[in-house]
């Protein structure tokens, strides 16, 4: 039987790793019993006499149920709904407190959920898999993994049959932590090879992590692998490793599973889009990139702001800001709103081509949209600004930028230091270099290599002289820009 394999496993994650010898031979299993429930008694404070309390009727007063699930506005009204249903005899059956514990999950207050599930054990309410299974969830949540699994132990002791939820629950939990090696162990180990038949949320968990530590390799193996242990993928499976893919540059390769996908009567989605679109803009490949922009509409898989953001960024950095603003236009039509990341790769696109007003247009209506600029917001338009020699103007966004509690990094000062230098506004330029010290920001190459390129082009070769021997005493190297300026003083010594 299944449930004699799973008390004979002697390796599970912990932790640390996931090498749990002898924790499911469960002679004393670590018990969720050892925790501080500082909220274990949150629903016998609740006022009895609120509303909730007059009669059987009351239960679902400030409740809303779609779909037999329990929504709530308030925490305050899950806890006393929680507390009527403790105090109402006979008690609503064990599958109804699953419901409404389900929904303070959503609510993501997993520390109470914890503390309810307590109560409810203490007043002699059996748990079953269901109940159990939302107490691994939430010490997973939490980044409890130990607590999880010691819940894992507490089925097994109370002969309870863990199901596919509850090992999907653990692996996402290992993923979730980074310990993606220890989630596919415990996936082949013990979930595979002791027979137990993986459901798709687990499949995708693990195709998922797979990805993200650049396994796609192996993580296509495991789709080759699905239907034939009866587990079919859908969508979300194929868009997780086509982004994985994707991110790994792997065009050809993400491109013949988006066929197969397809082939299979599969729908691709948004994320399945968006990811193609990128990665092809990543490596010029307009035309393509524009075909499967256009499919996507015609398929009525309507484009997201991540979609529109990817296209906007892509033609802007092409020089076709032109079309970059229709993308945008239409994105705005379309109900969508653009995010900063939009705005920013627009207003870059005006910079590039030097159109500094319809840049600032687009900076300016950031505010009137109701988003707020940041860091890399104002760094793109003090570039644009010095590049076009608009000195004044950069400078002004800086003292707003400051102004606005934004701090500046170290793009913003070295764009202003270049500035200056390239115009011969050398003691501007060097009180800024101050001031880039005074915030803590360490100057590196670009920072050195624009002053001295700014001494040397305005005559101050000695000085440049100096500054650059004293760089080299301290330890302090422009970097790769060094022989640049070495060259660029020696020929101006030069008659």
């Known amino acids: 039987m299944m449930m004699m394999r799973f008390w004979r496993i002697a390796s599970l994650p912990s932790s640390s790793a996931i090498d749990l010898p002898q924790r499911l031979e469960l002679s004393n299993p670590r018990s969720v019993n050892s925790l501080p429930f500082s909220l274990m008694n949150c629903c016998s404070a609740l006022n009895k006499e609120s509303p909730l309390f007059s009669s059987q ?22 806890l006393a709904l929680f507390d009527r249903m403790l105090h109402t005899h006979p008690r609503p059956c064990i599958i109804e407190f699953s ?15 914890i503390s309810l599930l307590r109560q409810m054990e203490l007043l002699g309410i059996h748990h079953n898999v269901y109940t159990l299974n939302i107490l691994v969830n939430c010490f997973c949540r939490l980044h409890h993994m130990d607590f999880g699994f010691s819940i894992l132990g507490k089925m097994l002791k109370l002969g309870i049959e863990p199901n596919g939820i509850t090992f999907s629950t653990l692996i996402n939990g290992l993923c979730i932590g980074g310990k993606v090696a220890q989630a596919v162990r415990l996936f082949d180990d013990v979930i595979v ?40 993928p859908e969508t979300i499976t194929y868009s997780i490793l086509i982004h994985g893919l994707c991110k790994d540059k792997n065009v050809t390769e993400a491109l013949k599973l988006f066929s197969e996908m397809r082939g299979k009567g599969i729908p691709p989605d948004v994320v399945t889009y968006s990811s193609l679109i990128h990665a092809m803009c990543n490596s010029c490949q307009w ?12 398929t009525n898989c309507r484009p997201n702001v991540i979609t529109y953001s ?8 092409e020089g076709r800001a032109l079309e970059a603003q229709d993308i945008f236009e239409r994105m705005i039509q379309q109900g969508i709103e653009p995010n900063i990341v939009t705005y920013n790769s627009l207003m870059d696109g005006y910079c590039l081509r030097g159109e500094m007003d319809e840049a600032k247009k687009v900076f300016n209506s950031i505010t009137n949209k109701g988003c707020t600029p940041d860091v890399v917001s104002y760094n793109i ?55 880039m010290c005074d915030y803590g920001l360490l100057p590196d190459g670009i920072t050195y290599s624009s002053l001295l390129y700014g001494l040397c082009k305005h005559g101050h070769i000695h000085e440049a002289l100096g500054f650059f021997h004293a760089m080299q005493r301290s330890g302090l190297e422009p970097g790769k820009w060094k022989w640049m300026v070495a060259c660029e003083i020696v020929a101006l010594l030069i008659p």
Request: aromatic fraction near 8%; hydrophobic fraction near 40%.
């Open 57 to 78: 009727k009351s239960y679902f007063l400030t409740t809303r149920c779609k779909k037999s699930k329990y929504v709530f506005d308030k925490i305050d009204d899950a």
């Open 287 to 298: 035309k393509e990139a524009t075909a499967l922009f256009n499919e996507m509409v015609a």
């Open 310 to 317: 990817i296209v906007v960024d892509a033609l802007c950095k």
């Open 381 to 435: 338009i003090i570039s644009g600004y010095c590049k076009a020699k608009r000195i004044e103007e950069a400078v002004k966004l800086f003292h707003e930028m400051t102004r606005n509690g934004l701090i500046p990094n170290v793009v913003t000062f070295n764009t202003l230091i270049s500035g200056m230098s390239h115009i011969g506004r050398l003691a501007a330029a060097q009180e800024i270099f101050e001031e």
């Open 99 to 113: 419901k409404l514990l389900s929904a303070i999950v959503r609510m993501k207050h997993y520390e109470i959920v």
């Open 193 to 232: 090879r002791e027979g137990y038949q993986p459901n798709l949320i687990a499949y995708n968990t693990i195709v998922n992590g797979l990805c993200k530590i650049g396994e796609t390799t192996r993580a296509i193996r495991l789709l080759r692998t699905m239907g034939e242990r009866g587990c079919a």
